[in-house]
């Protein structure tokens, strides 16, 4: 526990990081990592409860629901691109908890507005903004334990952050349906929902989606206080930040994230829906959390095999299977509401959650590389002041490229599920979307080869 910054921090100094660095590192990414959980969970709550919400007595269009479904990723998405620059600003631990408690307005919100079906669509709409807060803490908790580990490890630390942490989108849909099939608040939750599909009615206590968060919130939120520490060394001015843009590799790595976390976190919020409106006799939620639990106890394994491999022939592969999937899923989709095979659908579904999270790990890798080889490259011949100096702000860009990427990454949560709106809305089928995201992964892997992974690349990483 440490209330005041740590003015020393040198996690490539060997001496150091064995002596007590390590031990330090470790305790601040298993804090962050359940805190960065509740944040996906919150994130895509609403992902689950808006399939819900027509059943329940809201009266809400097709088109409606896929804006309530997409909007936490718009707003989280944008959100990130603040939270990137936190960190170096407010401190890692200061600003962790403050991001974390932030998460109890959404749960909160939620659990109160859902259970009356006269909550206006307005409301609903700022429900779903609101839990863009979740989407936002992901780029400070990136480059918050970014800032801790040596070049060495960082892909397999920045693996398990954001692989265990998006965990937090399969326990959200996981958990959800579980929760509002039973009174657990009791008179504190409020009443339950008719639930009426057809001939079948059940009851529901929906509010339990947002409410089930808030005892975890609390404690993570105390955790991250408590426990974590903020560095001294990571200490940035918003000035010093925004090199970043100058860099042409931070807006490649931008584009390549976007086609892999986005993917993961588009694919996430879209699903349910998405195999509803193809597929209506299938129970989309009780599949819906299996593609984000592969993803993101993959994406550590991403991580890793770019630290042993290289993340650029990691990355180059999983566009290849990315674009492989999406063959497949438009091979499975049903023609003006024939044929079609739902667990064809669903296995290509599985298949693209699985190479995004492998490629969620390796791109997140590559931008700290990048970074450290452009600096220690410009410093070469400079001497040991040099050197230290091109880690120290090789450190400082990384994290702000790692959330500022983030970010960007993060509209894939919004697009892709409004691409299956309007391509839905227009022609009755998902396939104009699905066609648009094959010729976009034929673009990043012919990016990723032309600037990193071919054997004369301006930056090899």
């Known amino acids: 526990m440490a209330s005041q910054p740590m003015t020393h921090w040198n996690a490539e100094d060997s001496a150091f990081w064995e002596g007590e660095g ?31 919400l027509p059943n329940v007595g809201f009266d809400l269009t097709t088109r409606e629901l896929f804006w309530l479904a997409a909007l936490p990723a718009l707003c989280g ?22 991001a974390t408690a932030s998460l109890l307005l959404p749960a909160l919100g939620i659990g109160f507005a859902v259970r009356d079906p006269g909550t206006s669509y307005s409301t609903l709409v700022v429900l ?9 803490n992901f780029a400070s908790s990136m480059a918050n334990i970014n800032f801790f580990f040596p070049k060495a490890q960082k892909g397999t630390a ?20 579980a929760v ?6 009791g008179a504190l939750g409020g009443e339950p929902q008719t639930w009426t599909r057809g001939a079948e009615v059940k009851q529901l206590w929906l509010q339990n989606a947002g409410f089930v968060w808030v005892p975890f919130i609390v404690l993570c939120t105390l955790a991250a206080w408590f426990g974590m520490n903020d560095l001294a060394p990571a200490k940035a001015s918003f ?19 976007l086609g892999t976390f986005g993917s ?56 290849a299977a990315m674009a492989a999937g999406v063959l497949g899923v438009l091979g499975f989709l049903p023609e003006s509401g024939q044929g079609g095979s739902f667990y064809g659908f669903l296995a290509m579904f599985m298949l693209l959650f699985a190479a995004s999270g492998i490629g969620n790990g390796s791109t997140f890798r590559m931008i700290p590389v990048i970074s450290m080889n452009q600096h220690l490259r410009a410093a070469a011949g400079g001497g040991p002041h040099a050197e230290d100096r ?40 998902a396939h104009a979307a699905l066609a648009t995201f094959l010729v976009f992964y034929l673009v990043c892997i012919a990016t990723t080869w032309w600037y990193y992974a071919r054997r004369r690349a301006p930056m090899p990483c």
């Open 180 to 185: 509002i099939t039973i009174g657990m608040f």
């Open 264 to 319: 993961f976190i588009g694919y996430s919020a879209g699903f349910p829906l998405l195999s509803q409106s193809q597929f209506p006799q299938a129970n989309a939620l009780s599949y819906a959390w299996l593609g984000p639990l592969i993803a993101a106890l993959i994406r550590p394994l991403g991580g890793w095999l770019a630290d042993k491999l290289g993340g650029a022939r990691v990355t180059l592969w999983t566009f």
């Open 128 to 136: 779903a903004l609101l839990c863009g807060l979740g989407g936002g």
């Open 390 to 429: 091109a880690v120290h702000n090789a450190n400082t860009e990384s994290a702000a490229v790692l959330g500022f990427a983030s970010a960007i990454g993060a509209y894939g949560g919004f697009f892709i599920p409004m691409s299956y709106g309007v391509s839905i809305s227009l022609s009755g089928t």
């Open 239 to 257: 000035s010093e930040q925004t090199r970043i843009f100058r860099r042409k590799h931070s807006w490649i790595m931008c584009w390549l994230y």
């Open 22 to 52: 390590r031990a330090i590192a470790s305790r601040n990414l298993w804090i962050s990592i359940p805190a960065l959980m509740l944040a996906f969970a919150v994130w895509m709550v609403w992902s689950a409860v808006v399939v819900n």
């Open 77 to 98: 998405a944008t959100l990130r691109i603040f939270y990137s620059f936190m960190v170096p600003i407010f401190g890692g631990r200061r600003w962790t908890a403050i």
């Open 158 to 177: 920045l693996g398990l952050n954001a692989g265990l942490g998006n965990l937090g989108v399969s326990l959200a849909q996981f958990v959800v349906p």
